[in-house]
């Protein structure tokens, strides 16, 4: 339905997690051992229906206070 377009998904960590280990066809039970932190962002590159890719970026904002 959207092919060739990007699609934005905001969640909480959980779903995400889920997705990934979905995706990566893990066992469920690693869920909690990938990265997922405040402010982070999980991109997903899905090509015919397949997985190319998984990218991170961590919360770069420091916190000066």
Known sequence: KHKG???ICVSHQAPILMLR???EKKNPNSL???KCTTGSITKFV???NK?????YRGN???NKG
């Open 5 to 7: 377009q990007e699609i």
């Open 21 to 23: 280990t979905y995706l």
């Open 32 to 34: 909690f051992k990938g």
């Open 46 to 48: 899905i090509d015919n």
């Open 51 to 55: 997985l190319e890719k998984i990218t």
């Open 60 to 62: 770069e904002i420091e």
